[in-house]
């Protein structure tokens, strides 16, 4: 089931981002940073997410309030998917919709994002130069998102899609664990 949503939500992302980008200029990532936005507030408004999802509130009424809350904010694309999600019965695939949407765009425009995980806050001169050895090596842009984590205890964690780089010390400890143990 959960496969058949997130081919669905692909089928919108897919077509609004072909609008936007047929759109030119830098539709295609106001539109994202809209759906992106527009998830954010339904995320920290339960009420507003309630009201969404109550059967007994008509599709008119849910457009009506949408529009109200999100016209002066967004792109006339974002507020044409927004009225369409909610018709079609469908506004609960939104956060798909923008994971979606973000795949296609980023693949579009070739950026890979990575997350680095280190034990201890990085300073921008030293991200910099991770991003960019990462992004020449991949020969790609990189979307870099950096978090730490004081359990690595040192070094540092790269993801980049399905592959994992732990050089951090945690890693090397549980390694080190798992030959010793086997012995």
Do not use: C
């Amino acid at each position: 089931m959960k496969s058949e949503h997130r081919n669905v939500a692909e089928r919108y992302a897919k077509a609004v981002l072909e609008l936007a980008q047929s759109a030119g200029g830098d539709l295609d990532e106001k539109v994202l940073a809209d759906i992106s936005a527009v998830n954010k507030v339904i995320g920290e408004t339960s009420d507003l997410s309630t009201v969404l999802a109550h059967p007994g509130i008509t599709g008119v009424e849910k457009k009506k309030m949408i529009v109200e809350m999100f016209k002066k904010h967004v792109q006339e694309s974002t507020l044409r998917l927004l009225e369409l999600l909610i018709d079609k019965r469908r506004f609960e695939l939104l956060p798909l919709i923008e994971s979606e949407y973000r795949n296609l765009l980023f693949a579009s425009k070739n950026i890979v994002t990575a997350t680095l995980t280190s034990a201890e806050q990085l300073d921008d001169a030293t991200v910099a130069g991770i991003k960019k050895k990462i992004g020449d090596k991949l020969g790609k842009k990189l979307e870099l998102d950096v978090q730490v984590d004081k359990a690595l205890m040192g070094g540092a964690v790269l993801r980049v899609g399905d592959e994992v780089i732990d050089g951090s010390l945690l890693g090397k400890l549980q390694s080190l664990e798992k030959v010793l143990v086997s012995v």
